[in-house]
């Protein structure tokens, strides 16, 4: 994408679109910090609190748009930043657009050919952080697209959580934010599915807890070495544990046989068996990432 104005840094104002839990806790940090904003919600109301604090209240999106260079939202879902942005898009032109709103990587392709097309600078914002967590350390928010607008606005950004740019295609954070949260309620389901067999045994869950994190912690930082080797491409390294040793067979047996539901664990146990029949029994764990990744594309599916 090219850049279609001197874009500005976030000194020169910000409006703020979208006054949820999120966006509202967004405005209110930069409110916070002394940072004039402008704040418009399709619900008026949810100013109110803000406006008292400070900041200057749209009425209308257009009224939103032209008040500011820098205009950021944080709405629902995609279409309801489609819905929002498309009937002001002539407004917009020459302005910079930063959706931190959550979206698939092909909606925030979409949206970057939408403001291409209007002549908006278009920076994609992915936040990892829950509403409690912005501006303390921790926080992450990912952003992909115009490089040129990551540059200006990142500093001040930095308010917020800490950011990372993932380079030039809009879709990027968002893939890579799904990618995480992937990693996330995989481990969550596992925990949860671990406290269901111990459960079986007359164990709480918070039991389970208990033993579980000092025995995972230290496995969780080992992945490091399996993410070496992953991209080494060399699943002999000698030290690993083996696909044929990693027969989950037990395990789900174990499952099944206590009235716990075993498609978690069966599915990880699928993985390996795929590459144990590919004759590829005596390297590492790690090797399941073949499996994982030589799945076809589906089109049907971004
Ligand atoms: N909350 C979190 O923990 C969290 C963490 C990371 C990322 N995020 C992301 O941040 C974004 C906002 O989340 P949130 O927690 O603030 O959600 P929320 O509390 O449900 O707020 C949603 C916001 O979107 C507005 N909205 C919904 N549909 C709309 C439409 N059709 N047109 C105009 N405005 C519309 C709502 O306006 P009304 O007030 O009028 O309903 C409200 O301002 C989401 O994309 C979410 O995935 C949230």
Redesign the pocket.
Known sequence: MTSKSTTPNLDSGISLL??????GVLAQRLLELKQPITVW???PA?ADALVAAGAARADTVTDAVLANPVVIT????Y??VR??LDPVADSLRGRTLID???TTPDEARELGLWADAHGIDYLNGV?????QLIGEPGAQILYSGSRDVYDRVADGLSVWAASTYDGPDPGAASLIDLAMLSAMYQMFAGLFHGAAMAGAQGMTATEFATRAIPFLEPLIAHFAVDAAIIDGGDYTVPGQQSLEFSDLSDIVRASDGVGVDSSTIGAVQALIRRQRDAGFGSEGFARIHESLRSAPKREDAA
Request: aromatic content about 4%; hydrophobic content about 40%; some cysteine.
């Open positions: 979208g006054l949820g839990a999120m966006g919600n399709r619900t949810r944080c709405l629902f879902r279409a309801s819905e929002t931190l709103t959550t936040i990892m952080a829950p509403p």
